[in-house]
């Protein structure tokens, strides 16, 4: 379908619809093309008709979060990409125990709020960057916990637009996965407990340090480009295959964490894409292990 066929779908959205919008800018890793057309509802039942007439006219749709997990294709992306960050979905509501919090809200924020509240749960989290919707399609987390384990329900919508809600015995968490298959997630309830805030501040310090140390955190990136395989580490078979500063154009491997790829000046996304390729191909060589993508490549 041709682009100016598919702007009459969005006919009447065009205050929150931009077409041609360059995706690149709204990642960490600050690389790749533009998405064919780039819509910021502004209401629950704006993004439901977004929803539906894309469903209606069968145009690719994605979810962008803080794009702190994704590398963009230089030549971008075909169809939809829809951005949470009007108010309406960067809600935060504390009702006792129970965190509501949009999926556009931002985590290192709720994380630090829930420190001063006095409310544990959460602060394993931080220094991860990301929204909410985010950390929950990608179960965030790292040694110390995940967020899967304080969610006790998701608000989500489907493909026609419909709001329905998934609670804990049908949700499952796993390492940087869910069962969530509903393409929106619009809200989550997290569950967190009354702890001291001091003690809580000493674990996100903690979180900090240990990440300050461990990763490249000031560079363009998109965190761990790889996941673990089972009872193995990524990053010690990387730099044990001797990768670390491996350089594809722009794109090196980092000398701190070797599960990083950071964008150097002048890189382009098919750098960090070939360099993935030689470091799968590596590693495989050498331990048989094919490695697969933490990071999602659109
Ligand atoms: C320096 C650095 C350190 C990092 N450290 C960690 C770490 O320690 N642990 C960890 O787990 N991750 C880490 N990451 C990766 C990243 O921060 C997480 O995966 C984060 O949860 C991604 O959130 P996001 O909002 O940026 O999602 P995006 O990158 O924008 O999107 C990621 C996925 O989530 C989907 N998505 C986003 N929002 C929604 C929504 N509302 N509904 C449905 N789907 C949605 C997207 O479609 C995509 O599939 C790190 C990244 C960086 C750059």
Redesign the pocket.
Known sequence: MSGKLRMNIFNGLEKIVKKDYPLGQST?FGLGGRAEYFIRPQTIAQLADVVKRCSENSVPM?????????LVRDEGVKGTVIK?DGEEFCKVKHDGLILTAG?GADLGKLVLDCVRRGLGGIEILAG????I???V??N???IFGDLGSAIESVTLMDNDGNIFEKSKPELSFDY?QTNITA???LAAQIKLYEADPQHLLKTVKEVWIY?KNT?P?NTK????VFKNPRGMSAGAMIDRTGLKGTKVGGAVVSEKHANFIIAEKGCKSSDVILLIDTIKQQVKEKFDVELELEI?IW
């Open positions: 960490w994605r979810v962008l979060g803080f794009g702190s997990n994704l949470l999926a991860i960057p990301g929204s919707g985010g950390a399609r990608m965030a987390g790292g940087r393409k929106i997630i990440k990763q955190l990136s998109a965190g761990c999602e």
